[in-house]
């Protein structure tokens, strides 16, 4: 069937902040915050968090929400030069209005998704940083607009029984989401294979808690070698949570914590058609020396047992959704970041579920049911369904303006800055994207 | 349609050689015998090639053909232990009568895939080693059938102008394929994007010889942490080479060597309509800023123009095949490693097809049309098209045994054991299943 953007519920399970300057200010304990992070301005004329001898600058591909595309790269930005949705959520709403958007979950960005920024040496000071966040992000960011965000907690990524006890004191806030890294392992901490961890997932199981691991929180990005063009890295990068994926799919997680459940956030949906045809292979050929036993369930039934999937702009995914299954496919904004279609995003879904031949029921699964049941969340408690449409939701951000707010006015990078620039971004690790200080 | 496997003609694109004791005698001077590898035989029972300090075992999952799933591991294996036909000529043929196929390309084994292994410091007595190699596949391997084999050479891994060299001379004696690593930056040479390899691109183009890179030609594994179990590797093997893929589509070797072609072995086809929509994606949004420029084609385009791709049992990708090009798609049987379904591929194939819609000109250039274009490779030349069939070959074949040759008579490894061996061939790099001789 063919749809009508106006006629469209959308919540969107992955979008981002840019954080504000005040972040600390209300929730931090008094003798934290003299070291606390804290935004400055380089002599570049960048808006860099820094933090004792880190700088994490706010890279532009980050926040280039309204921006015509050959303005896209891969330079530090300040504020003024992003718009203020980035990082004041009464302006977010009025962008996500604008985009029809009725409720969006959002992602940190400086301290990485799995904050491991905050995994310093005082341990006290790190967990009230975490803390601190949560508070101000349930509280503050979701709280000033209830119906409207999805709430999301920082993991305290270097204490297993710690993270254990901030999910159940975020759940008690109504907070069901968990920002955790695709691989634990490559952080320095044990593996999705380590009994370490199950204080955590015993936690999240207690408190129907979704593990929201977002695509790039590793740490680690795909480049093939150091010389390899930034294409490649975009190319690759929702198609390496499969990764993620299969680590856990195999993992003696799932067997004996049946209750978790995972979001691939960001991960696109493409890929997992043949996933699953894959893992359902590997099983059969393989199980028998490798020791795997799914009783009378197959791999693919396991992975719609416990991920969800989501997807910006993915006609593969949603032409074979049967595939992957109706119930396991969400859909995401992925504002402000370079991939999304704001303030478009709304024709290009309704465009591409037509072109599939998306049903209604299904299409009311994919952009907002899944994300309500997976995440147990009710926007319609605080806001009555005819206005959560896309069409009502854009006439109440009539004359909004959707511009960029300010033209960059600094000189483009050239290509051989914008792959030096690339290059230290891939050492360096963009799970932070986080730099020594000059 | 529906197809009966008997009528099927198929060239499979990637099985695999277990080498004979007697691969160097032939072919390599006299002056290098005495430190040539040679297999022994361990007192575990293990039957190993022995180079220097190095030992290769023939790894179980690597030649299990004909044997039952509760049979395979990573136990090394002596010679009387796997089917002759995955070292004696004559023999191989026989086995790929009796499954059917009329031609199939073989890659080697203990060099590994790049032949890394000859890479000693005496370059000259490393380029013998290739040459005689090469000599031995070409002259004897091949030779000893003609139309039942493509040939394909290794590559001089450390030197460009010297695989060049390579390339040219077999060239002269009608191969046209080059075993190649899906990433040279990560064995230590230059990476793709840089102009020392200029010289061997030149002479693959002026040669008509396709880059036959297979999958886990780099040496690296997907281990996203030690103690991953080993069915998370298994999964993702075919689907890492899009790291290669993504890397070679965006490099300047495409846009400057336009006669390159590339085939992406063992790298199966469910990711690619996702790839080449993620492709197209990122070059729309992006390229303004990363400066890629491919005039009035897309990078699907550019893909479809380079890149053969092609698979085992792969229900995705031929339902897709018009989206991945009907063109770029050819089947392999992957004997006699464990993903293969030898002897009976050729049902599994004919059924996959009509399950697929596949009709009968498409089913033509996925089981041979497509190889033999690609390969520059006529069999009928040497083998009448009606005894080429499916069926032909396997009246051929009546009365050959296709059970396994003998049952291992040693204990299967525990799972702590497989565990151990995995992690060991993780660390060791798979590329050539090198170890340390004890």
Not at 271 to 292: A, C, I, N, S
Not at 326 to 336: G, K
Not at 340 to 363: F, I, N
Request: net charge negative; glycine share 6%.
């Amino acid at each position: 069937m063919a749809f009508a953007p106006e006629g469209l519920v959308l919540i969107s399970v992955d979008d981002h902040i840019i954080e504000p300057p005040d972040l600390f200010d209300a929730h931090l304990p008094e003798r934290f915050k003299a070291d606390a992070p804290r935004i400055v301005r380089r002599d570049d004329g960048a808006d860099v968090w820094r933090f004792g001898e880190v700088e994490v600058p706010n890279v532009a591909l980050n926040a280039v929400a309204g921006r015509p595309k050959e303005e896209y790269g891969v330079e530090p930005q300040s504020l003024e030069e992003i718009r203020p949705g980035c990082f004041i959520v009464d302006e977010r709403v009025k962008d996500m209005n604008a985009c029809g958007v009725l409720s969006s979950m959002n992602f940190p960005s400086f301290p990485g998704f799995a904050a491991r920024l905050f995994a310093v040496e005082d341990e006290e000071f790190g967990l009230a940083l975490v803390r601190a966040y949560n508070d101000w992000h349930i509280d503050e960011w979701c709280g000033a607009h209830p119906g409207r965000f999805i709430p999301m907690a920082l993991p305290v990524i270097w204490d297993a029984e710690k993270c254990a006890d901030e999910v159940r004191r975020v759940a008690d806030k109504g907070c069901h989401s968990l920002s955790f890294t695709e691989n634990p392992a490559a952080l320095g901490y044990p593996s999705f294979h380590d009994p370490y961890w199950d204080p955590l997932w015993t936690a999240v199981c207690d408190t129907d808690t979704v593990l929201s691991i977002h695509l790039g929180s590793s740490g680690q990005l795909s480049f093939p070698a150091p010389d390899s063009p930034p294409d490649v890295m975009i190319t690759l990068q929702p198609m390496n949570i499969q990764s993620a994926a299969a680590d856990l799919l195999w993992s003696r997680v799932l067997k004996e914590f049946p209750a978790i459940r995972i979001a691939l956030s960001e991960g696109s949906t493409g890929w997992v058609p043949y996933f699953l045809e894959r893992v359902d292979r590997t099983y059969d050929m393989h199980h028998r020396w490798t020791g795997q036993d799914f009783g009378d369930r197959m791999p693919s039934d396991v992975f719609r047992e416990h991920f969800l999937t989501c997807f910006i702009s993915d006609h593969t995914g949603v032409y074979l959704r049967n595939q992957i299954g109706i119930d396991n496919i969400s859909w995401e904004c992925d504002y402000p970041h370079s991939d999304s279609a704001w303030p478009d995003a709304p024709e290009e879904l309704a465009q591409l579920m037509g072109e599939a031949g998306v049903t209604e029921v299904e299409a009311a699964k994919i952009t907002h049911e899944n994300a309500m049941r997976w995440y147990s969340f009710d926007p319609f408690a605080h806001v009555p369904r005819e206005q959560a449409t896309v069409g009502a939701l854009r006439d109440a951000a009539a004359g909004h303006d959707v511009s960029i707010r300010a033209m960059s006015n600094r000189e483009k990078l050239t290509a051989a800055q914008v792959q030096a620039r690339w290059q230290n971004m891939g050492q360096g690790g963009a799970g932070t994207g986080a730099e020594r200080a000059s």
